[in-house]
């Protein structure tokens, strides 16, 4: 007879076995689909501005501001001015003032709405949870909506540390170190999870991070980087668990 063996004792064997007893994760494009967010908001946006102009085309539209909100990136980060100052440079762009800048409260909506949770995501964590090891969350986004998201979603009980890093700074190994302190773990004993290259990946590696995995970002800017050895890599916060259990 072949005695089975459930998923969380596989879980909690693989934490044994790596000598892991706390997880950090990242929490927008980890737990939460905020590409899509930002996605049906922009999309709404270009749509409802080109309606008003129609001697504009939607696709060019939508490629301008994508590549201006990726450059303003490495001035701005997250912080949530950027979005008007796109709206004012597609004015400038398309000679369109004020129609951009006008219909900004239509973008805004990000802000003011929350992202969907990600498929598998609440699971991933009451898994996590039910193995027995402790968990802390690192986000990079406006203080105010990151509560607002964390609330709305009932997360926050799921974390007994909670890392906001500055919407106008960048996030990087001290802010993942920060984390590791507050559990009274080394980043040796603790599993990170996270999609941005740079500022999850590369700067848990840097703290001396052993078992990390990658969401592979939907966002180019967060792709940017090397791919450390050795990272677990996935699509998706559904694929974690199984990655680890049968990796
Ligand atoms: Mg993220």
């Given amino acids: 007879?072949?005695?089975?063996?459930?998923?969380?004792?596989?879980?909690?064997?693989?934490f044994k076995r790596n000598e892991i007893k706390g997880a950090l994760v990242d929490l927008?494009?980890?737990?939460?689909?905020?590409?899509?967010?930002?996605g049906k908001w922009i999309d709404r946006y270009v749509s409802a501005v080109?309606?008003?102009?129609?001697?504009?085309?939607?696709?060019?539209?939508?490629?301008?501001?994508?590549?201006?909100?990726?450059?303003?990136?490495?001035?701005?980060?997250?912080?949530?001015r950027k979005l008007a100052m796109v709206a004012k440079e597609l004015d400038n762009v398309f000679g369109t003032y004020p129609t951009f800048v006008k219909h900004a409260d239509i973008v805004g909506q990000i802000y003011r709405k929350v992202p969907l949770e990600l498929e598998g995501a609440r699971q991933t964590l009451e898994m996590f949870r039910a193995?027995?090891?402790?968990?802390?969350?690192?986000?990079?986004?406006?203080?105010?909506?990151?509560?607002?998201k964390l609330y709305e979603h009932n997360l926050n009980h799921f974390f007994s540390h909670v890392v906001i890093v500055d919407e106008a700074k960048f996030k990087g190994p001290k802010d993942w170190l920060t984390a590791a302190k507050?559990?009274?773990?080394d980043p040796e004993e603790i599993l990170f999870i996270?999609?941005?290259?740079?500022?999850?990946?590369?700067?848990?590696?840097?703290?001396?991070?052993?078992?990390v995995v990658w969401i592979e970002s939907p966002w180019s800017v967060y792709r940017e980087g090397e791919v450390?050895?050795?990272?677990?890599?996935?699509?998706s916060?559904?694929?974690?668990?199984?990655?680890?259990?049968n990796g």
């Avoid at 996270?194 to 078992?211: F, H, K, S």
């Fill in 194 to 211: 996270g999609d941005n290259l740079r500022g999850d990946i590369m700067a848990a590696y840097e703290i001396g991070a052993r078992r």
């Fill in 182 to 185: 507050s559990l009274r773990l």
């Fill in 237 to 245: 916060i559904k694929e974690v668990i199984p990655a680890l259990i």
């Fill in 50 to 80: 080109v309606e008003k102009n129609p001697n504009l085309d939607w696709r060019e539209v939508m490629a301008k501001l994508v590549e201006t909100n990726n450059r303003l990136y490495e001035t701005e980060s997250v912080r949530r």
């Fill in 1 to 14: 007879m072949v005695e089975r063996v459930l998923p969380i004792d596989l879980l909690i064997g693989w």
């Fill in 131 to 148: 193995a027995g090891i402790q968990m802390g969350l690192v986000t990079h986004a406006n203080r105010g909506w990151t509560e607002k």
């Fill in 228 to 235: 450390p050895e050795g990272v677990i890599q996935v699509k």
């Fill in 28 to 38: 927008d494009d980890t737990l939460l689909d905020t590409n899509a967010h930002f």
